[in-house]
């Protein structure tokens, strides 16, 4: 069964750490890895990874794939207070199984607190 | 803004009523999802269209259907709502049937009391 799992599910840090989250996968046919930021509704897009070694910027947000490890990191340096929110990570596949074409891990629930 | 649009954006209704949830995608692009969130659970696909036509099915319950407009808009119709339902229910776009960024709305909040 496809799967994405996300670790840890819930992380309280302090304002100016930085952190480490992680997206591992099982799927078939793998295409791409996606990061979106959930705070209080709509999900935001964060990253689109789809070649292994390449990481991705934005401010202090990074992402890197490792395709040969099946996983995916969201690094975020010098947290801040905002950056508190539910980060999803999602797989796209080729073609569509029961879960469509692209399937969610859980979260991961960041707390920044100040 | 995601150029996803939702409505309502919240509704609170009876057991046993129906809803329909609207949702237009970004202009340009064909397809929509459906998803739902409850409180402990992670997003659950429900449907996907494309272009007017099904895609791909999820969990999707019996009671509730969907359907892509040729306009593109969508609509997610909720029948014989159970507590259980309560849920934010969240629209997605994107350009092509798979293999691209997919866009969410802001989400309808639904509260069967």
């Known amino acids: 069964e496809d799967k994405v799992v996300q670790s840890p599910l819930s992380l309280v840090v302090h304002e100016g750490d930085t952190v480490t989250l992680n997206c591992s996968y099982e799927v078939t046919n793998f295409r791409s890895l996606l990061w979106y930021k959930q705070e209080k509704k709509a999900p935001t897009f964060l990253f689109m990874l789809?070649?292994?070694?390449i990481e991705k910027k934005s401010g202090r947000l990074s992402s890197i794939l490792d395709k040969k490890e099946l996983f995916s990191i969201l690094n975020i340096t010098a947290t801040q207070t905002g950056d508190s929110a539910i980060y999803l990570c999602?797989?796209?596949?080729?073609?569509?199984?029961?879960?469509?074409?692209?399937?969610f891990g859980k979260g991961t629930k960041l707390s920044v607190k100040p | 803004d995601s150029g996803v649009t939702q409505t309502p954006k919240h509704l609170i209704t009876a057991t046993g009523q129906r809803v329909t949830l609207r949702c237009s995608p970004r202009?340009?692009?064909?397809?929509v999802y459906w998803y739902q969130q409850s409180l402990d659970q992670g997003l659950q696909f429900l449907i996907q269209?494309?272009?007017?036509?099904?895609?791909a099915k999820g969990n999707i319950l019996e009671r509730f259907s969907a359907q892509q407009f040729p306009d593109l808009h969508s609509e997610l119709n909720l029948s014989s709502l159970e507590l259980g339902d309560s849920a934010l229910y969240f629209c997605a776009s994107s350009v092509g049937a798979g293999g691209n960024t997919i866009y969410f709305g802001e989400g309808s909040w639904l509260t069967v009391v």
């Open positions: 202009s340009g692009d064909l397809s």
């Open positions: 269209y494309y272009n007017g036509e099904e895609r």
């Open positions: 789809t070649s292994s070694g």
């Open positions: 999602a797989v796209i596949m080729n073609y569509g199984g029961s879960q469509g074409n692209l399937i």
